[in-house]
């Protein structure tokens, strides 16, 4: 953890749907934009992740910042503060 000193922007996952929250500061991820709270944060081992409770690999192939569409799929276009730096390098 960063202690907070990164943006938060929206992850897409190696199986290029799901979306999760990430800082790009560091490795934390948040599997929902509503609970972002440093409670809600989960560990992950590198390289070899996947999401808790699934079989989707949050990094690998397939895997990067959201596009602007991607995130309105989902309905989290509401989460995003600031495009430069919720969506990172896009
Ligand atoms: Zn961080």
Do not use: H
Not at 63 to 84: I, L, N, Q
């Amino acid at each position: 953890m960063c202690g907070g000193n990164g943006a938060l922007g929206i992850w897409r996952c190696a199986d290029r749907s799901t979306l999760v929250i990430q800082c790009d500061e560091c490795n934390d991820i948040w599997p929902d934009p509503a609970k972002i709270a440093a409670a809600d944060v989960i560990r992950i081992e590198l390289p070899a992740s996947k999401l808790p409770g699934t079989s989707v690999f949050i990094y690998g192939p397939g895997a990067g910042w959201a596009t602007d569409e991607e995130v309105g799929r989902v309905g989290w276009t509401k989460f995003v503060k600031s495009k430069g730096t919720a969506l990172g390098e896009g």
